[in-house]
């Protein structure tokens, strides 16, 4: 199975938490679980707060492209069309809000999962709670909105 | 003149936003200028979103670790106490928002400029400014509250 970002055009595959073409990014990778969206991530070492635990910065930054990605998915669902068809939909982020519950631990593979709460026009806003060993530790929401059909097309 | 981040105890110096221990972090800076706090940063060519644009995750970390650091500084000056006075005060992000006002440009040094919307008990608000070529690109809001006394402690 593909991940959504594997279907981003090539030229909108160079962002830092989800391009597959950016060497020193996160390439973050996101499925559907039946209605809700998934991507699983592994901080590296040097991702800490204080040590023992994960940035912040980070979780933000996972929960951003974990929410632009559902966004683009849910649209292709509602519009009942495969990911691949053209034109491709992509989103940027309008806002970002981020609630940390408790201190993340950095060893572990942590859990990223999206709930679409609305889509209305070109915006889609999407819940993503982060979780390490099945506890809740973020919880954020992103307010996706259609990236304009020219942007990013002088790459 | 030191930065905010330079007073920091060295158990609480590894985090990947603001930490001068991290060799692989941001290590960001901040300084006092007049009643606002400022931290500069020149983004690194693959912290893209798309090409020529500055990836959002990378400036939510710079505005929350700018939060957290102007969080201390505020206490300390509210205290009356120089920023190597012990016990060090340090804070955690309760919660992070940033709106996303415009592309950001990634091949300038971005200035950050903070803001102390409210101090009350352990918790500090700070409005945070992304300036690229002078131009207000986001705007975020941290909710900083200082760190229980035990955390980071086992480094």
Redo the contacts between chains.
């Keep these: 199975m593909k991940a959504f970002q594997e279907y981003y055009p090539d030229?909108?595959s160079?962002?830092?938490?989800c391009?597959a073409n950016?060497?020193?990014?996160h390439r973050i990778k996101t499925y559907w679980d039946g209605d809700e969206t998934v991507t699983r991530f592994t901080p590296?070492p040097?991702?800490?707060?204080?040590?023992?635990y994960t940035?912040?910065?980070?979780l933000?930054?996972?929960i951003?492209?974990h929410g632009t990605g559902t966004a683009a998915a849910a649209m292709y669902r509602q519009e009942g069309r495969a990911m691949d068809s053209l034109p491709a939909f992509r989103f940027?982020?309008?806002?970002?809000?981020?609630?940390?519950l408790k201190?993340t631990p950095i060893d572990v593979t942590l859990e990223i999962r999206g709930r679409i709460k609305e889509i209305k026009g070109r915006k889609v806003v999407v819940e993503a709670t982060v979780y390490a060993n099945g506890v809740a530790t973020a919880r954020g929401e992103v307010v996706a909105i259609q990236m304009p059909d020219n942007?990013?097309a002088?790459?």
């Design positions: 030229n909108l160079h962002c830092y938490g391009g950016n060497e020193h990014g590296e040097y991702h800490t707060a204080v040590p023992g940035y912040g910065g980070l933000a930054s996972l951003d492209c940027v982020t309008g806002s970002l809000h981020v609630d940390y201190p942007f990013g002088a790459a």
